[in-house]
């Protein structure tokens, strides 16, 4: 299971961090990804972190100004936004997909939480 949190109603330049607690033990074993759905659009890829923690991958809408994480004690991942732009307006969600290494799968996820909503305002 996986429980996102920390969406909210930011001012565009802002900041905001979302957490992704997930009930088992992700490090080693799952990569960690977030995908967003703005209004009216498809869902896409924003970032994903190994399961080892070691290798992350951006789209390109968000490089340099997003972040991901993971404690591992917490069995959390974390996505860090900064530098907010109205066009990030969007529910985000992340998932997870067991996959052991460095690998950052852009696709093929079968656990996904319940999403939260991320709203910029201009």
């Known amino acids: 299971q996986l429980v996102e949190s920390g969406g909210g109603l930011v001012q565009a330049g802002g900041s905001l961090r979302l957490s992704c607690a997930a009930s088992?033990?992700?490090?080693?074993?799952?990569?960690v990804a977030w995908f967003r759905r703005a209004p009216g659009k498809e869902r896409e890829f924003v970032i994903v972190?190994?399961?080892?923690?070691?290798?992350?991958s951006y789209a390109d809408s968000v490089k340099g100004r997003f972040t991901i994480s993971r404690d591992n004690a917490k069995n959390t991942v974390y996505l860090q936004m900064n530098s907010l732009k109205p066009e990030d307006t969007a529910v985000y969600y992340c998932?997870?997909?067991?996959?052991?290494?460095?690998?950052?799968?852009?696709?093929?996820?079968?656990?996904w939480g319940q999403g939260t909503l991320v709203t910029v305002s201009s």
């Open positions: 972190i190994s399961s080892s923690g070691r290798s992350t």
């Open positions: 998932a997870a997909r067991s996959y052991p290494g460095d690998y950052v799968p852009r696709i093929g996820y079968g656990y």
């Open positions: 088992v033990r992700v490090s080693g074993r799952y990569a």
